[in-house]
Each structure stands twice: as structure tokens, then as C-alpha cells.
């Protein structure tokens, strides 16, 4: 999928007037933090609503990375999906009568953003990916939820709502939601509109839910996930997978005793041949688990 125009070079452009050393402060600080754009078409270049839905229509960005939602619900995928193909007339359906579309990973099938992602990864020493949305109609593409992953939404097409709410989930790991069952809204910490043009930072666990303004909106989702210690284990365990040894049973009924030393020696081993240079490395380059 190719940008609309000359899309902006760098990371540090598309934040402007935020410096990167102000961007890596937010990271640490972990609020929400709102600046508003100085020019309504600043983000025209890396992306425009006629050229997603091109893009969707000709299955140069795979059906997979595609969902559907209506009044805030995902729509099954057998309404929109033939297989490996995506039903367009569904996709317009959904598009004329209000709903969302939703692309999550998009940065290999995009010329701008992969490697705008690619760059900022680097940076960073993190995993960076990308999406869009595109919603119709005056509600949102999801229900109230918080995020695992810092998040920055670039605004590039018409205006949305964003009411965040106080008290977010401290450091919450992808795709296991500490929030989950009967849960009383927290009071608003920011109501705000994003008009095109604008960016906003939202850290990992900030609860919240959006609202279109006019007929239809189009942002840009640029998600960052940290390495932490829970990623890590995460990263052995796959390289464990990779060694036989490691994947020989222990059985019960063998030597309590040897087991236990076994199992000190291997991943003492392991743990020891760790650097962090190549546990960033190995980070940025595989996906999350339910990615």
C-alpha cells in the first residue's frame, strides 16, 4: 500500500513541535498527552481513506488483518471473509450503515509506515507496529477498553472523540486484559477531540472509548510494546522450544532431586547466555503471542 503523497520522513517530523526527547519523557512518565496538529493535513501524506479502501478492495492488505464492527461489536468474519478473500460488498455494507473497519499490523503491506515502524523500533530498542481505523456513522469501532501496548494515534481524516477514564491498569501484558468482568466506570480524566491533524499519546492501560464527530473518521494507530521481564520469559521459552533437550518430559516419577538440578542447570545456562542486545533483537522480530 503506497502514502497518498510525500509522507513525512521521520518519526521526529510526524511528532512535531514534540521533540523525541519529550516522546521518550511521556514513555517514562505515562500519561496521556494531547497536541494539536498545525496543520489539518499533515498526516494526507501516509494515508487517506480512499486508498485504504483500495487497498482493502484489491487484497494488497490480506483479508486477515481485517475486522469488522457495528455498534461497536465485531462482526463474525464468515459475514466479510471467503476464505483468503475479503467479501467487498460486506465491506461496503458496513462502511454505508455506520460501522468500523479495523486493520491491525499493517506495516509490511505499507510503503510509509513500515519503515516509519522499522526506524522508531530501532530507536527505541522496542516492538512497533501499526494499524488504522475507519468509522462511519457516530459511535466507535470498539466498546470501552484499555490497551496493552503505549499507543500514539495520528488523527488524518475528520474528528474524534476520546473519553479517557482515571485510574488506569498499571502495566498491563498484551492480550491478558486485568480487566475483564463486571467493572464500574472510572470518573473521565480527559475528554477531548481529535481533529485532523493531531496526535495524542495514550500509555498502556488507560481505559477509554471514542466517538465520531461527522460522517466519518480515519486515524492512524502506532502501537509500542516494551520489552519487560514477563516478555523475556516469554522469548525463552521460545528458544527453549528450539532445543530438544529442553523439550525432554520430566516425568513424575523420576528423581525429585535430579529434576530439580536439571532444571537449574538449564535454565541457569540459559539465563546466563542472555544479553539484552539480542533479547531486543528477538523482541522486535517475533510476534506477540495472540498476534
Request: aromatic share 4%; glycine share 8%; proline share 7%.
Given at each position: ?155 488524518v481524516e475528520g474528528s474524534k472523540r476520546w473519553l479517557i477514564e482515571q ?125
Amino acid at each position: 500500500m503506497n502514502a497518498q503523497g510525500e509522507a513525512p520522513a521521520t518519526f521526529a517530523k510526524i511528532i512535531a513541535p514534540l521533540s523525541m526527547a519529550a516522546f521518550r519523557t511521556l514513555l517514562h512518565q505515562r500519561k496521556p498527552h494531547h497536541v494539536v496538529g498545525d496543520a489539518a493535513d499533515r498526516y494526507a501524506g501516509l494515508a487517506g481513506w480512499d486508498s485504504l479502501m483500495d487497498a482493502l478492495r484489491s487484497g494488497e492488505v490480506p483479508v486477515r488483518k481485517l475486522r469488522l464492527s457495528q455498534r461497536s461489536k465485531i462482526l463474525p468474519g464468515g459475514f466479510y471473509r471467503d476464505g483468503n478473500r475479503l467479501r467487498v460488498e460486506a465491506l461496503e455494507a458496513v462502511t454505508r450503515s455506520g460501522g468500523s473497519v479495523i486493520v491491525e499490523a499493517i506495516q509490511p503491506h505499507h510503503a510509509a509506515l513500515g519503515p516509519l515502524c522499522a526506524s522508531l523500533a530501532e530507536q527505541l530498542g522496542e516492538r512497533v507496529t501499526a494499524g488504522m481505523i475507519a468509522t462511519t456513522g457516530s459511535g466507535g469501532a470498539l466498546p470501552s477498553h484499555h490497551d496493552g501496548e503505549d499507543l500514539l494515534i495520528l488523527q488524518v481524516e475528520g474528528s474524534k472523540r476520546w473519553l479517557i477514564e482515571q485510574d488506569p491498569a498499571p502495566d498491563p501484558i498484551p492480550y491478558l486484559n486485568p480487566l475483564k468482568g463486571p467493572r464500574t466506570a472510572a470518573p473521565i480524566l480527559m475528554d477531548l477531540t481529535l481533529n485532523a491533524g493531531d496526535f495524542l499519546f495514550l500509555p498502556a492501560g488507560y481505559r477509554h472509548r471514542c466517538e465520531t464527530i461527522g460522517d466519518r473518521s480515519l486515524h492512524i494507530g502506532i502501537f509500542i510494546w516494551p520489552l519487560t521481564v514477563a516478555r523475556a520469559l516469554d522469548l525463552l521459552v521460545r528458544d527453549l522450544a528450539d532445543a530438544p533437550d529442553a523439550r525432554a518430559p520430566l516425568r513424575g516419577d523420576e528423581d525429585a532431586a535430579a529434576v530439580t538440578e536439571t532444571l537449574r542447570r538449564a535454565l541457569s545456562d540459559r539465563i546466563a547466555r542472555l544479553s539484552l542486545s539480542a533479547l531486543r533483537q528477538m523482541h522486535q522480530a517475533q510476534k506477540l503471542k495472540g498476534e
